[in-house]
């Protein structure tokens, strides 16, 4: 398993928080403004967990990000 820099573990623990609390995925919006950061920046993590096989987003659909570990 790769390890995560501490940004992508907040993005991913942040992740797994809100599915678990909503029956929904957070946007990127959403994200962005939770960590006072750019979208560019969730979207680089959320990038790196998808390498790093954190998680995997299903194409074609919005806020469709499902975890794996």
Same mark, same amino acid.
């Given at each position: 398993m790769k390890t995560l820099t501490?940004? &992508?573990n907040e993005v991913f623990r942040f992740i797994r928080y809100r599915i678990n609390k909503y029956p929904i =995925?957070? +946007?990127i919006v959403e994200m962005a403004e939770h960590f006072g =950061? +750019?979208?560019g920046s969730? &979207? +680089?993590a959320l990038n790196a967990l998808i390498k790093k096989g954190y998680i995997k987003r299903i194409p074609g659909k919005a806020r469709a990000i499902e975890v794996i570990k």
């Open positions: 501490d940004n &992508q =995925v957070p +946007s =950061v +750019s979208t969730i &979207q +680089s």
